[in-house]
């Protein structure tokens, strides 16, 4: 059988594209979490910038808008020292007929170092990276509903400051797990970290029916889902999917599936709530929660920045 | 081509010379803090500092942020922390290392060590010299010259104990 390289990593097993968790080894994604407490101690300085990417250019290419994440890897690349172009793509190559390939043909022409890419389509980040020069970094920044593998590294950052240690943890994940790429690559990073106990948490037309497969356990009453964890990561309840026959109304998930005060004490009493954001209060979570001393979902924004340098100058320093 | 076969030096008799001359360099200016370079100039500091019954912690420098070979080497895996327990602004500082080579680490720490403020001065103690430097950098006291091939790695190590010790590594050999 013909055995595919992961596109990510090069032939010694370094990371060159942070495309996916998946398939990617513990040792790889340790490193980053790592790297990474390292770089968030850059942020006590009184200089918050180091050299490292001094003299590279990173692009912005976001095909779907998010401001907020396009602002994390912005901030990320500029405390490197990288000189960072942002680019509304979804406003001006595309809709002028310009195909994916052909927009990056152009922008490696105007010397990119890295591609931090954000698209509709599943797998558009894997098709620059096999079409980009061999010195050209692609991190995705989302796509479609496949991946967020930076989203995924900060939560594990996060989760492993808050509770030092993956091994022994009960991790519930609520909400609208069939969209989320978030949910995704959560589920692959708390796996190859080694969480012996990852449950989801939603209605039926919400909760993808192969997650089982992944050993994941499903369930589809959240006192039930959430008893006893350790850490519950809510999702976004995404609006556009209320139009659907999916949801009845955003009042009704609430009542079954918001986190409030009362289902929270159903967890353990050390709890952490996090949320990728932007929240949407009173549909996935009670503001009294997401305000609350289980909340840690603003130090999941700092250690956002920390996580996508550390991605970013890791791969890098890597060559293909 | 043969290359020089040294012995290995004594890493606790070097150290005891290194505690004599901080000593001697405190002496004179007792204002001064001791900043080690991680990892080893910063096991060294903290030693000294015992010794010397010194008030607090030393500081420790990190250069792999500011390092010159990321283009070839990337980013080292487990490049530790700076660490400065206190201000740098105006204060008078003494780098510690264990080996002085090219300079470059120094110089990364050194750019690293700006990235918290101005200090009034640095200056730089070492274990070992081993020549070939390809910057001027040059410690204010040695405790011993040792002659090295280019392919030669010396390094440090602690025991639990707490000793010194040196292991002479081959590249490529």
């Known amino acids: 059988m013909l055995s595919r390289r992961n596109p990510q990593l090069n032939r010694h097993g370094e990371l060159i594209h942070l495309l996916s968790i998946e398939g990617l080894p513990k040792a790889v994604l340790t490193q980053i979490l790592d790297t990474a407490g390292t770089f968030l101690s850059v942020n006590d300085r009184d200089v918050k910038k180091v050299p490292l990417l001094r003299g590279k250019s990173v692009f912005n290419l976001f095909f779907e808008n998010s401001t907020r994440t396009r602002t994390t890897f912005e901030i990320a690349a500029k405390r490197l020292s990288a000189d960072v172009i942002n680019l509304d793509i979804a406003r001006s190559s595309t809709a002028k007929g310009e195909s994916l390939l052909d927009t990056i043909a152009n922008l490696s022409a105007m010397h990119a170092d890295m591609f931090v890419v954000r698209h509709s389509e599943s797998g558009a980040p894997y098709l620059i990276a096999q079409h980009c020069a061999p010195h050209v970094h692609v991190i995705n920044a989302g796509d479609g509903g496949h991946a967020h593998p930076t989203q995924a590294l900060l939560d594990m950052y996060t989760i492993r400051h808050f509770k030092g240690d993956f091994s022994q943890l009960t991790v519930a994940i609520v909400g609208d797990i069939v969209h989320s790429r978030v949910a995704r690559s959560d589920i692959h990073a708390l796996t190859t970290l080694g969480v012996p106990e990852i449950r989801a948490v939603g209605p039926k037309t919400l909760v993808p029916g192969d997650l089982r497969e992944m050993g994941v356990h499903v369930f589809h009453d959240m006192a039930e889902g959430i008893k006893g964890a350790d850490v519950i990561i809510m999702l976004r309840l995404q609006n556009e999917r209320m139009s659907g026959a999916m949801l009845p109304s955003a009042g009704e998930f609430f009542k079954h599936f918001g986190l409030t005060a009362d289902k929270l004490a159903r967890a353990k009493p050390d709890a952490i709530v996090m949320h990728p954001g932007p929240i949407n209060r009173g549909v996935e979570i009670d503001s009294s929660v997401a305000d609350g001393t289980h909340s840690v979902i603003l130090p999941q924004v700092t250690y956002g920045i920390a996580v996508r340098m550390a991605v970013m100058s890791t791969i890098a320093g890597n060559e293909a | ?173």
């Open chain 2, 1 to 173: 081509m043969s290359s020089p076969t040294p012995t290995v030096p004594d890493a606790e008799a070097l150290y005891a010379a290194l505690l004599e001359g901080v000593r001697g360099l405190l002496g004179t200016a007792p204002d001064t803090a001791l900043v080690g370079i991680w990892s080893g100039g910063a096991w060294l500091a903290a030693r000294l500092h015992a010794d010397l019954g010194l008030a607090g912690e030393p500081g420790v420098l990190s250069s792999a942020l500011h390092r010159d070979d990321f283009g070839e080497r990337g980013l080292a895996a487990g490049g530790g922390a700076t660490k400065l327990g206190f201000a740098i602004e105006g204060q008078r500082l003494l780098l510690i290392d264990d080996v002085l080579y090219t300079g470059r680490t120094i110089r990364a720490a050194i750019n690293e060590l700006y990235d918290f403020g101005r200090p009034a001065s640095v200056a730089l103690a070492v274990l070992v010299d081993r020549g070939g430097r390809e910057l001027p950098i040059e410690s204010v006291f040695t405790a011993a010259h040792v002659e090295l091939a280019p392919n030669q790695r010396l390094s440090l190590a602690r025991a639990d104990d707490g000793r010194f010790s040196f292991a002479l590594e081959q590249a490529g050999a």
